[in-house]
């Protein structure tokens, strides 16, 4: 099917023909503000726009906050309140189930921004609205599994990702209504290693291999139950360590973590030439052992010369690198499959996915770099750069019919 060019103009009412419509065009939305927002305070840091205010929380952990609970949760809810009620063989959901979690998602963003812009009670509504959001996702979300008689550990695995999401929400609250620096700390970990990472892998281990299947003639899907048991472990003894900061002794997690990942990425990878959009999936992959390589070594460092080698540069190999590369990929999969055009990778997301392994490098370089924040400001540029465009033309596809007329 190829895209057509005579369909009707865009409009906002077909957001609500399906989840993912909202809740990536959403997505799309708070990944531009989120963007700009940060851009902007790097540059005034740097002097190179008028002085910004230092918001409260401080700017740096309200970046991490609204990156891992607002920006990116926006298009999970938007893929899992698409593939639970298939996962599951169930209806799937209608506006009025995910119309709420749009509100809270977009709404929660909005208002922490303007927060951070000097709108002085932003940030309290700002959290309150994304809980809301959150919480009526779980709802539904939670709805299907009551109703699930399959036990099927993909849906449930994901589920409690989020449900952990939700208690590093209540762990910034104890941070934003009660000051303390450690829920602070607790929450951007639990976003982390808690939700985020194993939600990426539980979908990874279900999609990657059947995505593959359907268009490499011959190959197998291999992803046994026990690699993502595994993976949760580990997750969970690396997210210990990191809150009773143990830096030192992490290495003797992140070591199998790299190889469980290096293993992984081993037993999908095609053994024969594959069409762009797969590959982009497992080029993206390829962060994960990197990240936890930095991370090991980071920790042996640590233990050897008690310096913090490296500084957030395993983070961000993690949060531009894995997190941004496979994010590029899933939506634009996604989104094609889902609108009725052919799956290929087209050139704006080509260019995005390139554009953001150049950003993920210079961030990376940031830690080691003679003067931090210009590169740290260039990366967040490079970030806009890469993205822009891809989210434009994605969000333009969400309030556009699909070209081959059916509905959703």
């Known amino acids: 099917m190829h895209d057509s060019s005579a369909l009707p103009p865009p409009s906002l009412h077909r957001l609500g023909g399906a989840p993912h419509r909202l809740m990536f065009f959403i997505g799309c939305v708070n990944l531009l503000a989120a963007m700009l927002w940060w851009t902007a305070w790097l540059a005034a840091a740097r002097g190179a726009l008028p002085a910004m205010p230092q918001p409260q929380p401080y700017a740096g952990w309200l970046h991490a906050f609204v990156m891992q609970y607002q920006m990116l949760p926006s298009f999970i809810f938007g893929f899992l309140l698409t593939t639970f009620p298939r996962w599951l063989d169930l209806p799937g959901f209608t506006a009025r189930r995910f119309l709420p979690v749009g509100a809270g998602m977009f709404g929660g963003q909005l208002a922490t921004l303007l927060g951070a812009l000097g709108w002085g009670p932003g940030i309290s509504v700002g959290l309150a609205m994304t809980a809301a959001g959150w919480l009526a996702g779980l709802i539904a979300l939670g709805g299907c599994l009551l109703r699930d008689r399959d036990s099927n550990w993909h849906a449930r695995s994901c589920f409690a990702a989020l449900a952990i999401g939700f208690v590093g929400l209540l762990f910034w609250g104890g941070h934003v209504w009660g000051g303390s620096a450690t829920a602070a700390f607790v929450s951007i970990k639990l976003g982390t290693f808690g939700m985020l990472l194993p939600v990426y892998l539980t979908v990874a281990h279900r999609m990657f291999p059947f995505f593959a299947s359907r268009v490499v003639p011959g190959y197998v899907p291999w992803r046994p139950g026990w690699v993502l048991a595994l993976f949760w472990a580990l997750l969970a003894a690396h997210l210990t360590l990191e809150l009773h900061h143990a830096y030192a002794w992490l290495w003797l997690v992140d070591i199998p973590l790299l190889a469980g990942s290096a293993m992984l990425l081993l037993r999908w990878w095609p053994d024969r030439p594959a069409p762009g959009l797969l590959k982009v999936l497992f080029l993206g992959s390829l962060w994960l052992p990197l990240t936890f390589a930095l991370y090991a070594a980071q920790s042996a460092a640590y233990q050897l010369t008690g310096a913090f080698w490296l500084g957030r540069a395993p983070a961000h190999a993690l949060f531009i ?88």
């Open 321 to 408: 690198g894995f997190f941004g590369s496979v994010l590029i990929a899933m939506v634009t999969r996604v989104t094609r499959g889902h609108s009725g055009r052919s799956l290929r990778m087209p050139p704006i997301a080509w260019f995005a996915f390139a554009t953001i392994q150049l950003c993920a490098l210079s961030r990376i370089g940031a830690e080691l770099a003679a003067a931090p924040l210009t590169w740290q400001l260039l990366s967040a540029s490079l970030w806009l750069l890469a993205l822009g465009p891809w989210a434009l033309r994605m969000g333009h596809i969400y309030l556009s019919p699909r070209v081959d007329g059916k509905p959703g």
